[in-house]
């Protein structure tokens, strides 16, 4: 079963906590706490995917512990250590109006207020300020950069994102 389209990586398992079953948790959402807002979690060993509900979980330390119903000893736990914990698309939340996933905005093609196409997003990167698209060049760039980095500042950089259209208008320089 391949969930590559269907569902998205919101965190990873840890190492067994205690004799009970209990799991280390490490959120990637935006507030960590966020991640135990989805239900079932999907976890994958091997090629083969479970389907897994929290029962209970609470801080630990710099970071959370999660238990597991039908996971009841240390050993059970032990097999899901290192596991990323996917959730269906489905379960995340409805964004308003000019707000995007950074999933949504990957592959998107850039093209400045002045009509050059800049290339791809190919990735995002978080800075301490705001959030930077990772733009590769189209093999006719013409411009000589294989990659920009382009800051992700609505109004002032970012003039435009089109999701139907896959498009992203930006005030840049082509030569930057």
Request: glycine share 8%; proline share 4%.
């Given at each position: ?70 996971i009841d ?84 950089v970012i ?12 005030d840049w320089?082509?030569?930057?």
């Open positions: 079963m391949s969930l590559e389209n269907t569902s998205i990586v919101v965190g990873k398992l840890g190492a067994p906590y205690g004799i009970k079953g209990w799991l280390k948790v490490h959120s990637f959402t935006d507030d960590p706490v966020g991640i135990f807002d989805f239900s079932p979690w999907l976890i994958g060993q091997q090629g083969k995917w479970q389907s897994f509900k929290v029962v209970d979980w609470r801080r630990h330390s710099k970071g959370f512990i999660a238990k597991f119903a039908n000893d240390r050993d059970q736990a032990l097999v899901y250590t290192n596991a990323e914990i996917f959730v269906e698309l489905s379960q995340l939340p409805e964004l308003p109006q000019g707000e995007f996933y950074w999933r949504d905005l990957i592959g998107m093609s850039v093209t400045t207020d002045k009509g050059y196409s800049l290339g791809i997003v190919d990735d995002l990167m978080e800075t301490g300020s705001n959030d930077v698209l990772v733009v590769k060049a189209n093999n006719n760039d013409g411009f000589g950069q294989a990659e920009r980095l382009i800051p992700f500042l609505t109004d002032t003039l435009n994102v089109d999701a139907e259209a896959r498009q992203i208008t930006v320089d082509p030569s930057f």
